[in-house]
Nanobody, 125 residues
Framework: QVQLVESGGGLVQAGGSLRLSCAAS????????MGWFRQAPGKEREFVAA????????YYAGSVQGRFTISRDNAKNTIYLQMNSLKPDDTAVYYC??????????????????WGQGTQVTVSS
């Protein structure tokens, strides 16, 4: 089992940047594909980005492609989400998640076995 703790959220103006981190417990972090999801008020949770176990393969939602970058440091048991050119529509609670089954990242929520508690990102206009 793995425990995930997100950090790095906050309030930022439109056009600004934030970097989210997700620290994982356990010694087998490199065995998990990882993902970021977000949930805006009144909306369902949606996929943002995902990364393979090795970090060599990444997927992005179309709405963040070119603005967000997912990465991981297996030595530090941590994944990151660099968010640039932020928009008010990016306002949401951001969650990281771990998939213990698949090597390649997936965009679907049910594929992920473990979830963090979330970190709030608010982008003001």
């Amino acid at each position: 089992q793995v425990q995930l703790v997100e950090s790095g959220g906050g309030l930022v103006q439109a056009g600004g940047s934030l970097r989210l981190s997700c620290a994982a417990s356990g010694r087998t972090f490199s065995n998990y594909a990882m993902g970021w999801f977000r949930q805006a008020p009144g909306k369902e949770r949606e996929f943002v980005a995902a990364i393979s176990r090795s970090g060599g393969r990444t997927y992005y939602a179309g709405s963040v492609q070119g603005r967000f970058t997912i990465s991981r440091d297996n030595a530090k048991n941590t994944i990151y989400l660099q968010m640039n050119s932020l928009k008010p529509d990016d306002t949401a609670v951001y969650y990281c998640a771990a998939d213990r089954v698949r090597t390649m990242p997936t965009t679907t929520e049910p594929s992920y076995d473990y979830w963090g508690q979330g970190t709030q990102v608010t982008v003001s206009s």
